[in-house]
């Protein structure tokens, strides 16, 4: 039986390793106009990412290129990773500070069957259908909930403007 640092088993260890050596070996494949970039930090670390998500060019963030860091737990895939906005953000389901994102597939919601890279699919759909009933910005939500959305897509292009760009990463 495979053991690991820590006298247990090292099966789900091993197989999630397995997992991420996999997915990374497909993010070299990828041919995603919204998933640009996805890899490791490190070639030694495959439990922390990186990826450029490019936003939708006829959405609120009109082509804009974010930087999504990735934690993946040892539990993965059973557990979800934690993945965070590096690249200011103003959206209703993004803590404005720390770059968290609540979204119900990186939480409640998750199944084994996601891949790092359908989750980065995922983080790029919300961008585009904010859900102002969990917010981690109140002030974004706040602005969808009043119905003026004249403001928030203002705020929404005026961040992008000044931190994620449309030129590229």
Request: glycine share 6%; with cysteine.
């Amino acid at each position: 039986m495979n053991r690991d640092d820590t006298g247990g088993s090292g099966s789900a260890a091993t197989g999630s390793m397995r997992r991420l050596a996999h997915e990374r070996k497909a993010a070299e494949q990828l041919d995603d106009e919204h998933v640009l970039d996805l890899r490791p930090i490190n070639d030694d670390d495959l439990r922390s990412w990186r990826a450029i998500l490019h936003a939708p060019v006829d959405g609120m963030y009109k082509g804009g290129y974010f930087e999504v860091h990735i934690q993946v737990p040892e539990t993965y895939p059973m557990k979800p990773p934690t993945m965070h906005f590096r690249t200011r953000i103003f959206h209703p389901n993004v803590h404005w500070k720390t770059g968290e994102i609540c979204l119900d597939v990186l939480k409640t919601q998750w199944s084994p069957a996601w891949s790092l890279h359908s989750a980065c699919t995922a983080v790029v759909a919300l961008l585009d259908s904010p859900e102002a009933d969990s917010p981690l910005n109140v002030d974004a939500a706040n602005l969808l909930r009043t119905g003026d959305h004249i403001a928030y897509r203002s705020m929404c292009a005026m961040y992008t403007r000044l931190y994620a760009g449309t030129t590229g990463p």
